[in-house]
T-cell receptor, first 117, second 113 residues
Framework: DGGITQSPKYLFRKEGQNVTLSCEQNLNHDAMYWYRQDPGQGLRLIYYSQIVNDFQKGDIAEGYSVSREKKESFPLTVTSAQKNPTAFYLC????????????????FGSGTQLSVL | AQTVTQSQPEMSVQEAETVTLSCTYDTSENNYYLFWYKQPPSRQMILVIRQEAYKQQNATENRFSVNFQKAAKSFSLKISDSQLGDTAMYFCAFIDAGNMLTFGGGTRLMVKP
């Protein structure tokens, strides 16, 4: 089945450690997004990518980094510079085409809960 | 930058009654998409309904309908015949022509038996 896979489901980070959250999709979608959700709050955009080898900062990019070396993959690294990383992280993809405001279909992964040890 | 505002952090409704969740947005664009998403305790995002800005007719999906007022930049969600399973967080979302996807802060809806 086509879809988005986020892993791991739960992740623990030690002080000063970088951790990477995985987001893989086989939907052949160009646009991919990373959101952070704090308890009882909305979704805030961290980074998004509209095409391979290109990505843009969202509203809360500080302390995070991403790469988009392959269309299928958009990993998010939470660096040690992010002092309050505990949150739920959601990955999303948008199809079918970039800058085509027709027939957009938005797909979400099942999320990763990141906690600090 | 686009902004999406949900002014009701929490709402409650009796089972079988009707409730309306509000959403306003700010944009200078003319072509965009609006969505309502439901997030139950499982935290999986579930599409409730979507509206294309170029369509004047309000979208409807079974018990869910929207009141889209483009000039007022308003996009409210009406849930009719509320069911216990409708209890969840509801998010309004906006996609512009550049595929920038923005969410509102959410409304927590509680359906009471």
């Amino acid at each position: 089945d086509g879809g988005i896979t986020q892993s791991p489901k739960y992740l623990f980070r030690k002080e000063g450690q970088n951790v990477t959250l995985s987001c893989e999709q086989n939907l052949n979608h160009d646009a991919m997004y990373w959101y952070r959700q704090d308890p009882g709050q909305g979704l805030r955009l961290i980074y998004y990518s509209q095409i391979v080898n290109d990505f843009q900062k969202g509203d809360i990019a500080e302390g995070y980094s991403v790469s988009r070396e392959k269309k299928e993959s958009f990993p998010l690294t939470v660096t040690s510079a992010q002092k309050n990383p505990t949150a739920f992280y959601l990955c999303a993809t948008l199809g079918p085409g970039v800058r085509e405001p027709t027939n957009e279909k938005l797909f979400f992964g099942s999320g990763t809960q990141l906690s600090v040890l | 930058a686009q902004t999406v505002t949900q002014s009701q952090p929490e709402m409650s409704v009796q089972e079988a009654e009707t409730v309306t969740l509000s959403c306003t947005y700010d944009t200078s664009e003319n072509n965009y998409y609006l969505f309502w998403y439901k997030q139950p305790p499982s935290r999986q995002m579930i599409l409730v309904i979507r509206q294309e800005a170029y369509k004047q007719q309000n979208a409807t999906e079974n018990r869910f309908s929207v009141n889209f007022q483009k000039a007022a930049k308003s996009f409210s969600l009406k849930i009719s015949d509320s069911q216990l399973g409708d209890t969840a967080m509801y998010f309004c979302a906006f996609i512009d022509a550049g595929n920038m996807l923005t969410f509102g802060g959410g409304t927590r809806l509680m359906v009471k038996p």
